[in-house]
């Protein structure tokens, strides 16, 4: 996807030249967009933070964050609220320090790119195995630059 293809929505957002302040994304109920240095759109947030879509330079579509008011499933069987067991029982996870995130794990331990798990407590679920899913996260990070 491109961001031509979203232009429209654009135009009727709010867009901001800044990092985009934690507070304005709450109050948030249409759609916010931030604009990197150069001017491109770099975020388009909608809602208070329900889903973002991240773009790269190019304005390709790299990532797409879903949160809480999001009311998809993974699988019909993950949703943000359900905990991370339930994930678990469906794949084995890696935990990704730098991102924050539980990726699934391949047979041997890598992990598989394309969907990721952000849990309650930002951490692994060996230190807190009762945490909740509070966020999906649908990407292909090599085309993130």
């Not at 985009?20 to 150069?38: E, F």
């Not at 991240?54 to 499933?73: D, M, Q, R, T, V």
């Amino acid at each position: 996807m491109d961001i031509s293809e979203i232009a429209e929505i654009i135009r009727g957002a709010t867009v901001l030249d800044q990092q985009v302040p934690v507070a304005a994304l709450r109050q948030n109920r249409g759609v916010i967009a931030k604009r990197d240095l150069d001017g491109h759109i770099r975020a388009v947030f909608f809602g208070d933070d329900q889903v973002r879509l991240s773009f790269n330079a190019a304005g390709k579509l790299f990532c797409i964050f879903l949160f809480e008011g999001y009311s998809g499933s993974y699988m019909e069987a993950v949703s943000i609220g359900s905990p991370m067991s339930s994930v678990q029982r469906l794949h084995p996870l890696l935990y990704d320090d730098g991102d924050e995130m539980c990726y699934i794990a391949d047979d041997e331990e890598n992990s598989v790119p394309g969907i990721a798990f952000a849990g309650s407590s930002s951490c692994s679920l060996e230190d807190d195995p009762e945490q909740f899913v509070c966020g999906f996260c649908v990407h292909d990070w090599t085309i993130q630059k």
